[in-house]
């Protein structure tokens, strides 16, 4: 079992900035891609950011220019700097990490998630 913790979640005020944490921790061997997922309520989980073992980025359009994805792969960990928050922001955001626990298993691995919420 691999468990992700996340942390950095909070109340801001739009155009304020919030820096998530996720860190991994249990029997890994190597993490390949890692991101962030977030949901707001009745809608469907979107994927936020996304960065690949070799450092490749992707966005969800919404959030390019204002969000920014990183990894310290030392500490199997994963950030989300967020800065220019505007309320539709808000929501719960949940990292996520494809995980290699041996030389032949993988799998995808879930933070309990963090709620941000932006205020106008």
């Known amino acids: 079992q691999v468990q992700l913790v996340e942390s950095g979640g909070g109340l801001v005020q739009a155009g304020g900035s919030l820096r998530l944490s996720c860190v991994a921790s249990g029997s890994i061997f190597s993490i390949n891609a890692m991101g962030w997922y977030r949901q707001a309520p009745g809608k469907q989980r979107e994927l936020v950011a996304a960065i690949t073992s070799s450092g490749r980025t992707n966005y969800a359009d919404s959030v390019k220019g204002r969000f920014t994805i990183s990894r310290d792969n030392a500490k199997n960990a994963e950030y989300l700097q967020m800065s220019s928050l505007k309320p539709e922001d808000t929501a719960v955001y949940y990292c996520?990490?494809?995980?290699?626990?041996?030389?032949?298993?993988?799998?995808?691995?879930w933070g309990q998630g963090t709620q941000v919420t932006v205020s106008s």
């Open positions: 996520y990490a494809d995980v290699r626990t041996g030389v032949s298993r993988r799998n995808d691995y």
